[in-house]
Protein backbone atom coordinates (compact mmCIF):
# COMPACT_ATOMS: atom_id res chain seq x y z
CA UNK A 1 0.00 0.00 0.00
CA UNK A 2 1.42 3.26 -0.82
CA UNK A 3 0.96 5.78 1.93
CA UNK A 4 1.44 9.66 2.03
CA UNK A 5 1.50 12.47 5.44
CA UNK A 6 0.46 15.94 4.69
CA UNK A 7 -0.02 18.94 6.64
CA UNK A 8 -2.19 20.85 5.21
CA UNK A 9 -2.77 20.43 1.18
CA UNK A 10 -0.88 17.45 -0.92
CA UNK A 11 1.71 18.54 -3.79
CA UNK A 12 0.87 17.91 -7.49
CA UNK A 13 3.53 14.94 -7.18
CA UNK A 14 1.45 13.12 -4.57
CA UNK A 15 -1.91 13.78 -6.36
CA UNK A 16 0.15 12.89 -9.89
CA UNK A 17 0.76 9.21 -7.52
CA UNK A 18 -2.48 9.09 -5.81
CA UNK A 19 -4.65 9.67 -9.21
CA UNK A 20 -2.37 6.84 -11.19
CA UNK A 21 -3.63 4.06 -8.21
CA UNK A 22 -7.00 4.86 -8.81
CA UNK A 23 -6.88 5.16 -12.39
CA UNK A 24 -4.70 1.51 -12.31
CA UNK A 25 -8.25 0.16 -10.37
CA UNK A 26 -7.31 0.81 -6.92
CA UNK A 27 -9.02 1.91 -3.73
CA UNK A 28 -7.46 5.17 -1.57
CA UNK A 29 -8.94 6.18 1.50
CA UNK A 30 -8.86 9.85 1.37
CA UNK A 31 -10.13 12.95 3.43
CA UNK A 32 -12.80 14.88 2.17
CA UNK A 33 -14.13 18.09 3.22
CA UNK A 34 -16.75 16.26 5.94
CA UNK A 35 -14.95 12.79 6.43
CA UNK A 36 -12.23 10.03 5.89
CA UNK A 37 -13.71 8.11 2.98
CA UNK A 38 -13.09 4.85 0.62
CA UNK A 39 -12.61 5.59 -3.29
CA UNK A 40 -12.30 4.66 -6.57
CA UNK A 41 -13.05 5.48 -10.04
CA UNK A 42 -16.89 5.08 -10.94
CA UNK A 43 -16.49 3.44 -14.22
CA UNK A 44 -14.08 0.78 -12.85
CA UNK A 45 -16.42 -1.78 -11.91
CA UNK A 46 -14.29 -3.87 -10.29
CA UNK A 47 -13.18 -1.51 -7.97
CA UNK A 48 -16.27 -0.81 -7.07
CA UNK A 49 -17.22 -4.21 -6.91
CA UNK A 50 -13.93 -4.14 -4.20
CA UNK A 51 -15.74 -1.33 -2.16
CA UNK A 52 -18.99 -2.71 -1.97
CA UNK A 53 -17.07 -6.40 -0.84
CA UNK A 54 -15.36 -4.33 2.03
CA UNK A 55 -17.71 -2.83 3.27
CA UNK A 56 -19.89 -5.87 3.10
CA UNK A 57 -22.66 -3.70 1.42
CA UNK A 58 -25.26 -5.06 -1.28
CA UNK A 59 -26.09 -3.82 -4.55
CA UNK A 60 -29.10 -2.33 -3.97
CA UNK A 61 -27.65 0.84 -2.17
CA UNK A 62 -25.80 3.09 -4.21
CA UNK A 63 -22.52 4.92 -3.72
CA UNK A 64 -21.99 8.72 -3.64
CA UNK A 65 -20.48 10.24 -6.61
CA UNK A 66 -17.65 12.87 -6.14
CA UNK A 67 -16.84 15.11 -8.63
CA UNK A 68 -14.38 18.00 -9.46
CA UNK A 69 -17.43 20.06 -11.19
CA UNK A 70 -20.80 20.57 -12.48
CA UNK A 71 -19.77 19.84 -15.70
CA UNK A 72 -18.49 16.53 -14.87
CA UNK A 73 -21.94 15.24 -13.64
CA UNK A 74 -23.49 16.55 -16.50
CA UNK A 75 -21.25 14.44 -18.95
CA UNK A 76 -22.28 11.45 -16.63
CA UNK A 77 -25.98 12.61 -17.31
CA UNK A 78 -27.18 13.59 -14.23
CA UNK A 79 -29.63 16.60 -14.37
CA UNK A 80 -28.48 19.81 -12.39
CA UNK A 81 -31.12 22.18 -10.98
CA UNK A 82 -30.05 25.81 -11.60
CA UNK A 83 -29.53 26.31 -7.60
CA UNK A 84 -27.36 23.76 -7.20
CA UNK A 85 -24.96 25.48 -9.56
CA UNK A 86 -24.77 28.43 -7.15
CA UNK A 87 -24.08 26.33 -3.92
CA UNK A 88 -21.42 23.61 -4.73
CA UNK A 89 -18.87 23.30 -4.27
CA UNK A 90 -19.97 22.69 -0.96
CA UNK A 91 -20.58 19.83 1.80
CA UNK A 92 -24.27 19.18 0.12
CA UNK A 93 -24.52 15.69 -1.11
CA UNK A 94 -27.57 16.03 -3.60
CA UNK A 95 -30.15 13.17 -5.10
CA UNK A 96 -30.39 14.25 -8.63
CA UNK A 97 -32.65 12.38 -11.56
CA UNK A 98 -30.09 10.26 -13.99
CA UNK A 99 -32.18 8.98 -16.81
CA UNK A 100 -35.04 7.17 -15.34
CA UNK A 101 -32.90 6.31 -11.94
CA UNK A 102 -31.15 8.83 -9.55
CA UNK A 103 -27.66 9.59 -8.21
CA UNK A 104 -26.10 10.66 -4.96
CA UNK A 105 -23.42 13.40 -5.81
CA UNK A 106 -21.12 15.88 -4.59
CA UNK A 107 -18.79 18.67 -5.88
CA UNK A 108 -16.21 18.80 -2.59
CA UNK A 109 -15.37 22.12 -0.90
CA UNK A 110 -11.60 21.34 -1.36
CA UNK A 111 -9.20 22.86 -4.14
CA UNK A 112 -6.72 19.76 -4.02
CA UNK A 113 -9.83 17.36 -4.16
CA UNK A 114 -11.12 18.53 -7.28
CA UNK A 115 -7.49 18.75 -8.63
CA UNK A 116 -7.28 15.14 -7.90
CA UNK A 117 -10.86 14.46 -9.80
CA UNK A 118 -9.99 16.33 -12.63
CA UNK A 119 -6.74 13.98 -12.77
CA UNK A 120 -9.10 10.90 -12.26
CA UNK A 121 -12.91 12.07 -13.48
CA UNK A 122 -15.62 11.01 -10.91
CA UNK A 123 -14.95 8.67 -8.01
CA UNK A 124 -17.13 7.13 -5.76
CA UNK A 125 -16.99 8.10 -2.20
CA UNK A 126 -18.66 5.87 0.66
CA UNK A 127 -17.83 6.70 4.25
CA UNK A 128 -14.75 4.38 5.31
CA UNK A 129 -16.90 2.55 8.51
CA UNK A 130 -19.15 -0.29 8.69
CA UNK A 131 -23.09 0.32 8.98
CA UNK A 132 -23.12 1.60 12.69
CA UNK A 133 -20.34 2.04 13.00
CA UNK A 134 -18.53 5.86 14.07
CA UNK A 135 -17.66 7.71 10.86
CA UNK A 136 -13.73 7.52 10.17
CA UNK A 137 -12.18 11.18 11.10
CA UNK A 138 -8.97 9.74 11.24
CA UNK A 139 -6.91 6.69 9.71
CA UNK A 140 -5.69 5.27 13.02
CA UNK A 141 -9.41 4.48 13.13
CA UNK A 142 -9.82 2.65 9.95
CA UNK A 143 -10.10 -1.07 11.39
CA UNK A 144 -7.05 -3.51 10.51
CA UNK A 145 -8.84 -5.67 8.02
CA UNK A 146 -9.73 -2.66 5.84
CA UNK A 147 -6.63 -0.95 5.85
CA UNK A 148 -5.32 -4.18 4.22
CA UNK A 149 -7.55 -4.17 1.14
CA UNK A 150 -6.81 -0.54 0.28
CA UNK A 151 -4.29 0.24 -2.30
CA UNK A 152 -3.58 3.71 -1.21
CA UNK A 153 -3.72 6.33 1.96
CA UNK A 154 -3.47 10.16 2.05
CA UNK A 155 -3.20 10.85 6.25
CA UNK A 156 -4.10 14.59 6.45
CA UNK A 157 -4.61 13.97 10.42
CA UNK A 158 -8.09 14.31 12.42
CA UNK A 159 -10.91 15.53 10.11
CA UNK A 160 -14.12 17.39 11.55
CA UNK A 161 -16.12 14.20 11.10
CA UNK A 162 -19.33 15.98 10.35
CA UNK A 163 -21.22 14.17 7.32
CA UNK A 164 -22.72 16.00 4.35
CA UNK A 165 -25.97 17.30 3.97
CA UNK A 166 -28.19 15.71 1.71
CA UNK A 167 -30.89 17.50 -0.40
CA UNK A 168 -32.99 15.41 -2.67
CA UNK A 169 -33.71 17.55 -5.55
CA UNK A 170 -35.72 14.79 -7.61
CA UNK A 171 -39.12 16.27 -6.33
CA UNK A 172 -40.77 19.64 -7.38
CA UNK A 173 -38.94 21.47 -4.11
CA UNK A 174 -35.62 20.59 -3.04
CA UNK A 175 -36.13 18.53 0.56
CA UNK A 176 -33.23 17.97 3.35
CA UNK A 177 -33.17 14.34 4.14
CA UNK A 178 -30.27 15.04 6.18
CA UNK A 179 -28.65 17.92 8.30
CA UNK A 180 -24.57 17.91 8.12
CA UNK A 181 -23.16 21.30 9.90
CA UNK A 182 -25.84 23.10 11.41
CA UNK A 183 -24.47 26.31 10.36
CA UNK A 184 -24.20 25.02 6.62
CA UNK A 185 -27.71 23.85 6.83
CA UNK A 186 -28.94 27.26 7.88
CA UNK A 187 -27.11 28.76 4.91
CA UNK A 188 -28.61 26.30 2.47
CA UNK A 189 -32.07 26.84 3.67
CA UNK A 190 -31.90 30.67 2.85
CA UNK A 191 -30.13 29.70 -0.24
CA UNK A 192 -32.83 27.16 -1.46
CA UNK A 193 -35.37 29.90 -0.50
CA UNK A 194 -34.51 32.06 -2.62
CA UNK A 195 -34.20 30.21 -5.99
CA UNK A 196 -37.32 28.80 -5.35
Not at 136 to 156: C, Q, R
Request: aromatic content about 4%.
Amino acid sequence: MKRWRVDGEPSEDVLDEIADVLRAGGVALLPTDTIYGLHAVTRDARAVARIRSMKERGDAKPFVIIASSVEQLEELGARIPEPLRHIWPAPLTAILALGETTIAARVPDLPWLRALLDRTGPLISTSANRSGEPPITSPEMLAGDLLDSIDALLDAGPQKGQPSTIVDFTGDEPRIVREGDADFAQFLRKTLRKAL
